[in-house]
């Protein structure tokens, strides 16, 4: 009764005693445009509870600023804690100290001196990648997503963690089922108030799937660093390096780790590496999969818009001109295209945050401690009042697109908005050039709509289904 007192001002949606909301959410599929449907109804702003548990949905662009600018608000929902026999403190689901810390040691690994460098590792795993896809182009309808997936698995470990897992050689991999797995088990947690509970769940047959999981996931984490561990030392120290021009060369997000200093001088545990590289192996490559596998598909199904992508990609590469950092800064169409996939697909549809205590919002305006504050970017991004025919493909839209802050936010923004924004661009582009050099996406045959699945990444239940001809 508390809560429900002090949060007079925010509309609630009617639920049932006891379960609340919780039949409404349990479908991953039925969840986004629920979302969707009460942030249009209630103008951005509503109430709902989970068994008794209250949260707040968002999608209003001023409170999406003041919450995600606040510097006090810092701390992930409950939810996130779902990864944590996994992640464990992680900077994508610590908080306080711990994560300003990961913070510091890690920004540096995403300097452009370092992103300009990664361009030439992208090249091998892209080539596979490639050969993957051709492999495929007797088939009337490629699921891509599992393709893409193995190989930004690939690019993530040999770009940030200098080792080459060969992911993409392999027809099954046990670390791509175990992330599969955990990320099913995320959001099933959240909304199934019976997974949801410690001690219901360590009873289940799911807990222990999960522990096997993860320890697959822990083992395959450790191999990567005690591997580039050995190298760094067989290396000597010829990793601190110098470039050309005499001044010390950026690390690599791994290297960084390894030879980083805490407070007292000493070197980083093994796990708080370890923690941090599960996290960034994690947060990297589903992310940037999903991506590139909904700009497939709106690619397929709006050929005006690749073409369009294809002459420019002629025109600022020519003929057989090696891609580098400044040509894949020079693509403008390009870029807009894929603001556009992940304005109606962003890899992260909905994050959250916690009170830990109460906090004005404005004018006597409350929210009282230990409520989750969900951000819909998925409902943001399809607000009619924002954009002109939200369900549509219109890459060209950002070109005059008159920029509302906060009405556009799939990297999330503020302190901590998504530390990977830059690589992750970086990669898209050079995959899609890659791919559009090569073939032609078409809509497979017969022709399949996504049915989207709000899986803590966003996913399609009936995978992403294309087909390709090459263009050579
Ligand atoms: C298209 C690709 C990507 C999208 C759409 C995306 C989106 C996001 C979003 C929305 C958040 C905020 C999540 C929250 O508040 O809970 C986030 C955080 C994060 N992202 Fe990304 N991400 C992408 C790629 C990457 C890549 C490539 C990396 C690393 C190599 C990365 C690492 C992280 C980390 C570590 C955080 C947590 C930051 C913190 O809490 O301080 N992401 N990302």
Partial sequence: RNFKEKLWWVPVIPGYPILGNALEFRDSTKTLERMNHYMLKYQGLCCFTLLFRPLILISDAKFCEWLLSSTTILTKSKDYQFLYNWLEGGMLISTGSEWRKSRKILTPAFHFAILEQFVEVFEKPTAIFLDCLRKQMHNEAINVHPLIVNYTLDIICQTAMGVDLKVQKESQNDYVAAVDAMCKTVVERAFNPLKSFDITYRLSPDYYREMRNVKLLHSVSNAVIDKRRKEMESEKDNVEIVNDDGTKR??????????????????????????????????????????????FFCLANHPDEQNQVLSEIKEVLGEGQKITYKELQEMRYLEMVIKESLRLYPSVPFYSRQTTEDVLYEDGKVIPQGITLIVSSYAIHRNPHVYDQPGKFIPSRFLNLESKPFTYLPFSAGPRNCIGQKFAMLLIKFALINVLSNFEILPSNPSCEVVLSAESVLKARNGVNIRLKSRT
């Avoid at 030879?259 to 093994?270: A, I």
């Fill in 250 to 295: 950026k690390m690599a997000f791994l290297d960084l780790l390894l030879k980083s200093r805490d407070e007292h001088g000493q070197p980083l545990s093994q796990e708080f590496i370890r923690r941090e590289v599960d996290t960034f192996m994690f947060a990297g490559h589903d992310t940037t999969a999903s991506a590139i596998s909904f700009i």
